[in-house]
């Protein structure tokens, strides 16, 4: 069983505690990674997270399984594969963009900022508030739409499935400003993508935006 953890789908951990299964192993992805059950949930826009949880899940099924080790090697090489593009992209990210400010509706792409070192100028109330579905505070607030007016930031980085009125009118006010806005989204999209394609698609426009704003000024 693989589980995120982190307060995520606590619904998972209630099914795996239902019933007991002799040998069961439960891979929870926030112990796995350290992280505490207020930690930010979202690990999988965490590229360096994603490659160890890739490391353990192959190291659980050989321990599984010794005899066919060279078969979960092989099969772990092609999964490695697939992720080149996405590495490409990232460090194309981190290459032209670290220190860029750049701000987002949610805690989101949290994870993926730090990885890049892009500056993610959003009061951390304000991300942790939407993230939790509750009203951030009125000084966050007030501070993203003066961030806004200060072309504090280059990019928006805005959650499609996370959308409320507040975060639809920080998306209008920043196009009004000329600053591109990037939609990212909580689960893969479209649903017939990988893993590696959704995230290399999203990090691709998000250095479109980068590279736009950049000639605009």
Do not use: C
């Not at 505490?36 to 965490?46: D, E, I, Q, R, T």
């Not at 009125?165 to 689960?187: C, F, N, R």
Request: no cysteine; proline share 6%.
């Amino acid at each position: 069983m693989i589980v995120n953890g982190a307060g995520y789908d606590s619904w998972a951990q209630q099914l795996i505690s239902a019933e007991a299964v002799s040998g069961r192993t439960v891979l929870d992805v926030a112990r796995l990674l350290g992280k505490g059950s207020a930690a930010n949930p979202h690990f999988w826009y965490g590229p360096g997270y994603v490659a160890h949880v890739i490391n353990k899940i192959t190291a659980d099924y050989i321990a599984f399984d010794p005899a066919d080790r060279g078969y979960f090697g092989q099969r772990h090489a092609v999964v490695e594969a697939a992720f080149q593009p996405e590495r490409a992209a990232l460090a194309y990210l981190r290459a032209h963009f670290s220190g860029t400010p750049v701000a987002a509706t949610e805690s989101i792409v949290a994870y993926l900022a730090q990885y890049v070192h892009l500056d993610l100028v959003t009061p951390s109330p304000f991300m942790e508030a939407v993230a939790e579905g509750n009203d951030p505070p009125a000084p966050s607030v007030a501070t993203f739409y003066r961030q806004i007016a200060a072309k504090a930031f280059r990019v928006l980085v805005y959650n499609v499935q996370t959308v409320t009125p507040l975060t639809t009118s920080l998306k209008t006010a920043a196009a009004q400003a000329d600053i591109p806005v990037i939609g990212v989204s909580e689960t893969i999209q479209p649903p017939i993508d990988s893993f590696e394609q959704w995230m290399t698609g999203q990090l691709s426009a998000l250095a479109n935006g980068l590279n736009a704003q950049a000639l605009g000024q």
